[in-house]
């Protein structure tokens, strides 16, 4: 058994504004952080419109497709841009966390990592927001629900920035677990502990600062022993590596060792409960040098623990 790598080149034709920092060169620092290490490299397919559909409305898709430019950029908002390349790589990132799903499920694979972008996690049902236009992760759960007949996936999103749009598509369905460790006060501004959806969702708020020991805390008294008592089938982790202590975007102070931790706690979990079943995708992540290290200390836990 291995680790999945699933990637494509048009993730790369998502061209933002000059010195916007969800920017293609992030692709090349992850892509270039994994090179030689014993990875099946899979190219990410077009996401399915059910796939997409059990997750956004028809109009939110209408609305992404009517927006795409075919020359120049266009803006959804302050933070979330479109090139001619941008609808394709944002259905290459959903299908990428599907065919994720299906590798690990169908025992191809024993684990995956989407190096994909544009990221998913702030996409709400109907709204792109914050460098995202479809919810990635949630596109993957509800496939490994309603395709594969699971009837328990968690998410696990330590990205810094809250995963509002990751919760706005699950807190009414029961079947899948929300937990969200984040910097707060901080953008979207949601993620307080009192939204907890249909009990289904755990948000963490952390103050800026937050560094190695008080996440390790949190994460071992909180957020594993929820994902524990949840029993997934499926773990799907939304891995952003923005709060590491070099962003530039954010305020909190893990090291790559900690990023390498988190990863072999949820390894164990998994192990626990679903063979070992752990999908990762893309999302944050701003220092490159950072987000290279980092993802590639969470990829060789995959690595290593796929084995
Ligand atoms: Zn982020």
Redesign the pocket.
């Given at each position: 058994m291995t680790t999945a790598l699933i990637t494509h080149s048009a993730c790369y034709d998502h061209v933002t504004p000059q010195g916007h920092p969800e920017q293609v060169a992030r692709l090349d620092a992850v892509l270039g952080a994994l090179e030689g290490m014993d990875l099946q490299r899979v190219n990410a397919p077009l996401v399915a419109d059910d796939d997409l559909l059990r997750v956004h409305p028809q109009a939110h898709i209408d609305a992404v497709r009517a927006a795409a430019p075919s020359e120049g950029r266009r803006s959804l908002d302050a933070d979330t841009h479109m090139s001619v390349g941008t609808l394709t790589a944002a259905y290459r990132a959903a299908g990428g966390v599907v065919r994720a799903v299906d590798m690990v499920m169908g025992g191809e694979v024993a684990n995956a990592f989407a190096a994909v972008r544009p990221?998913g996690?702030?996409a709400e049902r109907q709204t792109a927001m914050?460098f995202c236009f479809f919810g990635n992760v949630v596109v993957g759960a509800k496939h490994a629900l309603d395709h594969h007949g699971l009837e328990r996936v968690a998410i696990v999103d330590f990205?810094?920035?809250h995963g509002n749009g990751t919760q706005d598509l699950v807190e009414d369905d029961p079947r899948i677990l929300f937990c969200s460790t984040?910097q707060s006060p901080l953008?979207p501004g949601t993620g307080a502990a009192h939204e907890v959806g249909v009990d289904n969702v755990l948000n963490v708020p952390l103050p800026e600062g937050t560094g190695s020991k008080a996440f390790r805390d949190v994460m071992e008294r909180v957020v594993l022993p929820r994902v524990d008592e949840f029993a997934p089938q499926l773990l799907i982790i939304s891995a952003?590596f923005?709060a590491h202590m070099a962003d530039p975007?954010?305020g909190m102070n893990l090291t790559t060792a900690d990023f390498a931790w988190v990863t072999e706690k949820l390894c164990d979990l998994a192990d626990r409960h679903c063979n070992g079943r752990v999908v990762s995708s893309l999302?944050?992540?701003?220092d490159l040098e950072a987000l290279g290290a980092s993802a590639a200390a969470h990829v060789k836990v995959l690595e290593e623990r796929g084995r």
């Open positions: 990221p996690h702030h914050g990205d810094v920035h984040h953008y952003g923005d975007l954010a999302e944050g992540g701003y």
